[in-house]
């Protein structure tokens, strides 16, 4: 398959606006890249720069080496699978399929062998001999994917593959899509979605892309985890991490911050002397939190609550010119709205913010 590197790359429109600036990357071979970020900030386009159907504007793409900026689509050795299937609604799937190949001039027998092939990884071999519109949303989608397969191109990329679908469909294709990746372990897959579950899932490396350039590049943990940031840290995961402000009080292998609330938070969190008496926000994801005694990160009154059996989402009374604070119990806790709870976490799972970026990366 192949490796792709991206070196200052950018787009504009008109040279006036611009979308993408600054994007350094490396794809490995083998490796099922998902890029993802709120809607605008340009992980459509630059899958489709990287497929040859956006000019890039600025910097370099190399695919095996060979800086491709200016050659075809059709001669970049890339398949692309389309959030509208965009499938011959007149041919069969098994012609689908076979379209390309068929384009290519391929023989008769090197056709059926790579149709059926890639029928049987995606379980189509009984849909081959019918039309789309006999088929299921998510028989479609595998049937895009199975156009792609057969051409055995360098690298996949999908764009928003599972958008159409609905929810059950999207949890069954996403499947299909991990265990399709298992059977071909040296395809180098790109994905673009808005969807934090199929990225956690599926990605052997996520790329968040926010303000015309890359935020964060990591395993899906790492960026769950240890985000570099503050943007990171409330796009990933759901619901957001929850941001309280305070200030850095003993500093050191781990770090103190009083909060403006009233209640202390320790972090694992490295800090040096100059950051004593530093404004920052500290960062606790909802599932972190716990209840408390004495000893409290956060106190607060519960607003609303969400029950929804395994887990119960508490929303506490918003604080002056800031976020509600939520927190995520697991189990029921009947009769808890209109109470003051206090919850703690344990220094690992507490992150600092300094300037918007996190201590752990200082």
């Known amino acids: 398959m192949a490796d792709l ?19 350094d ?20 386009t630059l899958l489709r ?25 059709s001669q970049r050795g890339i398949a692309m699978v389309f959030q509208s299937y965009a499938l011959y609604p007149h041919m069969t799937v098994r012609d689908n399929m076979a379209f390309a190949l068929k384009l290519a001039k391929k023989s008769a027998a090197e056709i059926d062998a790579a149709v059926n092939a890639a029928a049987d990884k995606l379980q189509l071999t009984e849909f081959l001999d019918r039309l789309p519109k ?11 994917i199975g156009r ?48 934090q579950v199929e990225a956690m899932t599926l990605a052997s490396r996520i790329v968040v892309l926010a303000n015309k350039g890359i935020a964060q590049v990591g395993t899906p943990l790492q960026l769950y985890e240890r985000p570099e940031n503050e943007f990171v840290a409330q796009f990933i995961g759901s619901p957001a991490m929850n941001l309280l402000p305070g200030k850095i009080v003993d500093v050191g292998t781990q770090t103190k911050v009083a909060l403006d609330g009233g209640g202390m938070a320790i972090s694992d969190a490295p800090s040096v002397a100059g950051d004593m008496g530093a404004a920052v926000n500290i960062g606790v994801r909802p599932e972190d939190l716990v209840e408390a005694g004495e000893s409290y990160v956060f106190e607060g009154k519960v607003d609303f ?36 709870v206090r919850l703690t ?18």
């Open 49 to 73: 720069m990287i497929a040859g159907l956006e000019k890039i504007t600025g910097g370099v793409l190399e695919i095996d080496g060979q800086v491709v900026n200016n050659v075809p689509p």
């Open 305 to 340: 609550v969400e029950a929804l059996g395994e887990v119960t989402l508490l929303y506490f009374e918003p604080r002056a010119g800031g976020d509600p604070v939520i927190g995520k119990l697991p189990g029921i806790h009947e009769g808890i709205r209109g109470k003051t």
């Open 5 to 23: 590197k991206l070196r200052d790359v950018a787009k504009t429109y008109g040279g006036a606006v611009e979308v993408l600036k600054d994007i």
């Open 25 to 44: 990357l490396d794809i490995k071979t083998g490796e099922l890249i998902v890029f993802v970020g709120p809607s605008g900030c340009g992980k459509s």
């Open 148 to 195: 792609s397969i057969v051409r055995d191109p360098k690298v996949y990329l999908f764009d928003e593959p599972l958008s159409n679908l609905d929810a059950a469909l999207r949890v069954a294709t996403r499947i299909e899509i991990a265990r399709l990746k298992e059977q071909m372990p040296q395809s180098t897959m790109i994905y673009v979605t808005h969807d």
């Open 345 to 362: 976490a344990q220094p690992g799972k507490v992150q600092v913010f300094k300037d918007g970026k996190s201590l752990y990366y200082a």
């Open 134 to 144: 006999a088929l299921s949303g998510g028989q479609r989608q595998r049937v895009a």
